[in-house]
């Protein structure tokens, strides 16, 4: 014969938050560290590092946010880390000009169109790499 029971359990959402809050905001950290290093390693992959201010600027932000919904970033102080990452298109000079900047020796170089710079995806493959064992 079997016995039927009613059990209610009520919780009390700040001792929820006090205790697993703080494990939430350690998982978070851990995994914002191992996308900031694998980040690094994808610049380095790329070939993207000519003085290694990129490499050394991209670092981990801390945690802020409520308990069970933290948040931290992996950021770059550099502006042109942007470019870098997203991608650049070519640039034309107007008719009958030029466009004129100092090359990696200093000289003026004048040109009628630039390449621009394919786009190295680091912070985006850096991020879907990550695994729930990167936040455990």
């Known amino acids: 014969m079997a016995i039927r029971a009613e059990v209610k359990v009520t919780l009390d959402p700040p001792r929820v938050s006090a205790v697993v809050g703080g494990f939430t ?3 978070v950290q851990r ?3 191992v996308a900031a290093q694998r980040t690094k390693a994808n610049i380095a992959a790329l070939g993207r590092v000519r003085t290694g201010a990129m490499l050394r600027s991209v670092r981990a ?4 946010g409520p308990p069970l919904q933290p948040q931290a970033r992996v ?3 550099l502006d042109y880390t942007l470019y870098k990452e997203r991608g650049t298109s070519g640039s034309v000079a107007r008719p009958g000009k030029f466009l004129v900047w100092r ?3 200093g000289a003026l170089v004048f040109a009628k169109r630039t390449r621009g710079v394919p786009a190295g995806n680091f912070m985006r493959d850096a991020v879907n790499s990550l695994t729930p064992a990167d936040f455990a």
Do not use: K, W
Request: charged fraction near 30%; avoid cysteine; charge should be negative.
């Open 103 to 105: 090359g990696r020796s």
């Open 61 to 64: 932000t801390p945690v802020e």
């Open 25 to 27: 905001r350690e998982a």
């Open 75 to 77: 950021v770059s102080d």
């Open 31 to 33: 995994a914002t560290n």
